[in-house]
């Protein structure tokens, strides 16, 4: 019934940027944070980026700071994250997922936190 499904994911150059997209089924994102997650084989996931139930929040990892915006379509109950300036680093396969928050103003980048979660959509940054 509730599900989430990513896309936009693909290969792209360094220096390059992206549009990942998470859409939501089943139940509005009006009640649930949402959260960017990337995993690397043999590595720990890592949290990206989220944005509140209200979208008044937005939170943003070290690494991807300054380089990175989430954004909210509400009419199409769907989530962004647009990345520019990619790296090889940034190569991971790239998840979304939902924390049911209520109306609250918060979200945090600690994948233990959300129990709702997309297949994923994998990213290749490579010239």
């Known amino acids: 019934q509730l599900q989430l499904v990513e896309s936009g994911g693909g290969l792209v150059q360094p220096g390059g940027s992206l549009r990942l997209s998470c859409a939501a089924s089943g139940f509005t994102l009006d009640y649930y944070a949402i959260g960017w997650f990337r995993q690397v084989p043999g590595r720990e996931r890592e949290g990206v980026s989220c944005?509140?139930?209200?979208?008044?929040?937005?939170n943003y990892a070290y690494s991807v700071l300054g380089r990175a915006t989430i954004s909210k379509d509400t009419s199409k109950n769907t989530v962004y994250l647009y990345v520019n300036n990619l790296a090889p680093e940034d190569t991971a396969v790239y998840y979304c997922?939902?924390?049911?928050?209520?109306?609250?103003?918060?979200?945090?980048?600690?994948?233990?936190?959300?129990?709702?979660w997309g297949q994923g959509t994998q990213v290749t940054v490579a010239s």
């Open positions: 944005i509140s139930s209200t979208g008044g929040l937005t």
């Open positions: 997922a939902a924390q049911g928050t209520g109306r609250l103003n918060t979200c945090d980048l600690f994948s233990a936190a959300y129990n709702k």
